[in-house]
Nanobody, 128 residues
Framework: QVLLVESGGGLVQAGGSLRLSCTAS????????????MAWFRQAPGKEQEFVAASLGSGVGKVYADSVKGRFTISRDNAENSVTLQMNSLRFEDTAIYYCAADLYGMGSDDKSHYNDWGQGTQVTVSS
């Protein structure tokens, strides 16, 4: 079993910053963590879940949705079994529940069906 726990959500004004963290345990912990591509998805009220960013196991390869390029940065610490999403220049439309996801031997896909393990989500609210 893979357990993913997100933290760091909250309320912020437009233009502000937030940093989300996701820590993995269970089968994705220890040396195994680097075998997982890790991603962030989000779901706004009344909308479909959408891809935000992904990091390959080494941490070198990264993929971003066009809507967040230049504003968000995904990074990971394989020694700490964690992945973070630094969100800058936040906009009202970034308001959503943000989910951490893991894909064993994944290639950083933006397709949510590739990810078998998910966190419970953390709310990000950006006030305009």
């Amino acid at each position: 079993q893979v357990l993913l726990v997100e933290s760091g959500g909250g309320l912020v004004q437009a233009g502000g910053s937030l940093r989300l963290s996701c820590t993995a345990s269970g089968r994705a912990s220890g040396r195994a963590f680097r075998n997982y591509a890790m991603a962030w998805f989000r779901q706004a009220p009344g909308k479909e879940q959408e891809f935000v960013a992904a990091s390959l196991g080494s941490g070198v390869g990264k993929v971003y949705a066009d809507s967040v390029k230049g504003r968000f940065t995904i990074s990971r610490d394989n020694a700490e079994n964690s992945v973070t999403l630094q969100m800058n220049s936040l906009r009202f439309e970034d308001t959503a529940i943000y989910y951490c996801a893991a894909d064993l031997y994944g290639m950083g896909s933006d397709d949510k069906s590739h990810y078998n393990d998910w966190g419970q989500g953390t709310q990000v609210t950006v006030s305009s």
